[in-house]
């Protein structure tokens, strides 16, 4: 099967000379089945070959398909490309259009961008990095300081920013070569200043991106570094919640509504008696009291009676578990299962309050803390008394070891306080009403 055809002809008794040979061969043309009729390549090698005509050159030459797939001219598009496998793109990328990277959940994205990032960022679920260009601005260039004009452009003295800078140059890398990022120098609301290349053109336009990031899922691991944050001031509302660290945990950021009153509640002037059993070794002062569900925690405090026992205010020394406590009395006598009592007051309503403990029928209560403060003298109080029937003329609640009622151990510590209410005739026992406190630390 021919490969070739001539425009030269030859029939019988021709003469053959030298011009018929040569145009016979010079104005030879490879047919279709010059290429195709020829075995095919399933996966070319790198090393494998190409005819070329060059430009402005004759004959024509050979080309590899790695220097064919290196030197691609600038410019080069591809419509609907698919490239697998892994792939290694050398240079500056730019992606224009709707992108998607990644086809799984299971995809990760990771970029190694010092200058943007300052470590390698792993990004996944939905995603979006900046927000529109900021457009509209202008610039002038002398020598090496830039000078830009945005109205109400909303940067502060200290922002970083990637501008982006066009010319009047028809050659677009003249002003390009500027692109990059800067940090600011505020002179007015409207204009700020970088510090650039003395190169390129000396006026043109530029736009940037804010430096936004939503993401569509959960932000883990440190946040560091100087974070400028520019927030709106209001007025404070109803279910408003304020940002804080918590150093209790990791220095994780989180909210909390009401940040400045660290502990608040709401309790029954009512008491309720609690029963349990205790028992005690000969010549030992530690005292194991059982009860199921005790709700005791140590360093709680609670005024304690039973048989055996010197009623007073005690402090938990150990829990040994939901059902077992221990605290320290001033006697040694054995004793087996003995009946003990204390008065719990229940707490209506509040935050940061575990719970509440008082001294029989009287209004003397030690509320114990859930989060303590970092020490006694850290926090303060405001106590009301609220809702009592008594005709009686009832004080303001106050913490005071008044008559003894209140012993300095129990009175203001780092897990609790007590107080005491009472009226002009000394402690009153009526028991209706409510106790309210705040606490500020």
Do not use: C
């Amino acid at each position: 099967m021919p490969t070739l055809v001539s425009t030269q002809t030859f029939v019988q008794g021709n003469v053959l000379n030298a011009d018929a040979l040569t145009n016979h061969v010079i104005d030879a043309k490879p047919l279709a089945t010059f290429i195709s009729g020829q075995d095919a390549v399933a996966s070319p090698a790198p090393a494998d070959e190409f005819l070329i005509a060059t430009a402005g050159a004759s004959p024509a030459k050979k080309v590899s398909l790695s220097t064919l797939a290196a030197n691609l001219p600038t410019g080069t598009s591809a419509a609907s490309l698919a490239v697998t496998g892994a792939t290694t793109l050398s240079g500056a990328l730019t992606a224009n259009g709707n992108t998607t990277l990644g086809d799984a959940a299971a995809d990760t994205l990771t970029v190694n961008a010092t200058s943007s990032f300052g470590a390698p960022v792993t990004v996944s679920s939905d995603t979006t990095l900046g927000t529109a260009a900021v457009a509209s601005a202008t610039w002038a260039r002398t020598t090496t300081l830039l000078t830009v004009t945005k109205t109400a452009h909303g940067l502060t003295t200290g922002n970083s920013r990637y501008f982006v800078f066009t010319g009047t140059s028809a050659v677009p890398v003249t002003s390009s070569i500027l692109n990059g990022t800067y940090t600011v120098t505020v002179t007015s609301v409207d204009v700020f200043t970088v510090t650039v290349a003395d190169a390129g053109d000396i006026v043109g336009n530029v736009t940037w991106y804010e430096k936004a990031l939503t993401i569509s899922s959960t932000l883990t691991g440190p946040l560091q570094g100087n974070i400028p944050i520019n927030v709106a001031s209001v007025e404070l509302g109803t279910g408003d919640e304020f940002l804080f660290k918590d150093v209790s945990d990791s220095n994780r950021l989180k909210t909390t509504v009401g940040a400045f009153i660290k502990a608040w509640a709401n309790i029954s002037a009512n008491p309720v008696t609690v029963s349990a059993t205790y028992s005690r070794t000969s010549g030992s002062q530690t005292m194991t009291v059982t009860k199921t569900a005790h709700g005791f925690r140590v360093d709680d405090a609670a005024y304690f009676t039973g048989t055996g026992l010197t009623s007073g205010w005690y402090s938990v020394v150990t829990v040994a578990n939901a059902n077992t406590f221990t605290i320290v009395t001033a006697t040694t006598s054995v004793q087996t299962n003995v009946a003990i009592n204390w008065y719990s007051h229940a707490l209506l309503a509040g935050n940061n309050a575990y719970s509440a403990y008082g001294k029989d029928s009287s209004r003397v209560i030690r509320v114990n803390f859930t989060n303590k403060p970092p020490s006694a003298d850290a926090y303060i109080l405001n106590l009301s008394a609220v809702k009592f029937t008594s005709s009686t003329n009832l004080f303001t609640p106050q913490v005071n070891n008044i008559v003894s009622n209140v012993p300095s151990n129990v009175l203001k510590t780092v897990s609790g306080f007590a107080f005491v209410s009472y009226d002009t005739g000394g402690i009153n026992t009526e028991t209706s009403g409510e106790f309210h406190f705040q606490s500020i630390w």
